[in-house]
Nanobody, 122 residues
Framework: QVQLVESGGGLVQAGGSLRLSCAAS????????MGWYRQAPGKQRELVAT???????NYADSVKGRFTISRDNAKNTVYLQMNSLKPEDTAVYYC????????????????WGKGTQVTVSS
């Protein structure tokens, strides 16, 4: 019904930058919150950043000042600009859409993308 597709991951040296994109498609009327989470090997999935439809943002302390989240509501797309990357940022990054109102039913739903690998070498 709704799909999230991430792109932009890859291998980068410490101090470098990457930009992740996540496009939501399907029978979408609106999306309340979009965000990025990450999961490193052997660790639990953790929040990286979220952004509401009104533009309010929230960041994990570990990425504040280095990462910037933004979204294009017309395109149902969320971005994550990652600067000054560190080896500890290495993880699979997952896109999340929370509070998705679809055109086919009155309920709201949450969706996850399949993830994109980000590897930062030292």
């Amino acid at each position: 019904q709704v799909q999230l597709v991430e792109s932009g991951g890859g291998l980068v040296q410490a101090g470098g930058s990457l930009r992740l994109s996540c496009a939501a498609s399907g029978s979408i009327f609106s999306i309340n919150v979009m965000g990025w989470y990450r999961q490193a090997p052997g660790k639990q999935r953790e929040l990286v950043a979220t952004i509401t439809s009104g533009g309010s943002t929230n960041y994990a302390d570990s990425v504040k000042g280095r990462f910037t989240i933004s979204r294009d509501n017309a395109k149902n797309t969320v971005y994550l600009q990652m600067n000054s990357l560190k080896p500890e940022d290495t993880a699979v990054y997952y896109c999340n859409a929370y509070g998705v109102v679809v055109t086919t039913t009155p309920a709201t739903y949450d969706y996850w993308g399949k993830g994109t690998q980000v590897t930062v070498s030292s």
